[in-house]
C-alpha cells in the first residue's frame, strides 16, 4: 500500500479526535484542508467511502505489523490491566 504523509495525517486525526465520516467529507472541511494542501482533491475524494476505506486500510496495516512483531518476540508476554 503506497502511504502519503498527509493521508496518514489525516487518518490519525480523524479517528483519535473521533471525527465523523460526514465531518470529514464535508464541502467545507475539504475547502478548509484545500487551503492547508492544494492537492487534497487528488487524495481524498467527497465520497465517505473513501475515508472508510483509508482508515480500514490503515488498520489493517498496523494490525499486520504488530501480530509480525509478537511473532518475532522471544519467550513469554504478560500483560496487565487495572479494571
Do not use: W
Request: charged letters at 20%; proline letters at 2%; a positive charge.
Amino acid at each position: 500500500m503506497h502511504r502519503n504523509p498527509f493521508t496518514e495525517a489525516l487518518v490519525y486525526v480523524a479517528v483519535l479526535c473521533q471525527l465523523s465520516f460526514s465531518l470529514i467529507t464535508s464541502t467545507i472541511f475539504i475547502e478548509f484542508l484545500k487551503q492547508l494542501y492544494p492537492a487534497i482533491e487528488k487524495i481524498l475524494l467527497s465520497a465517505s467511502n473513501i475515508a472508510r476505506k483509508y482508515i480500514i486500510d490503515m488498520y489493517n496495516a498496523r494490525k499486520l505489523e504488530k501480530q509480525q512483531e509478537l511473532v518475532r518476540v522471544k519467550g513469554m508476554i504478560y500483560f496487565s490491566f487495572n479494571l
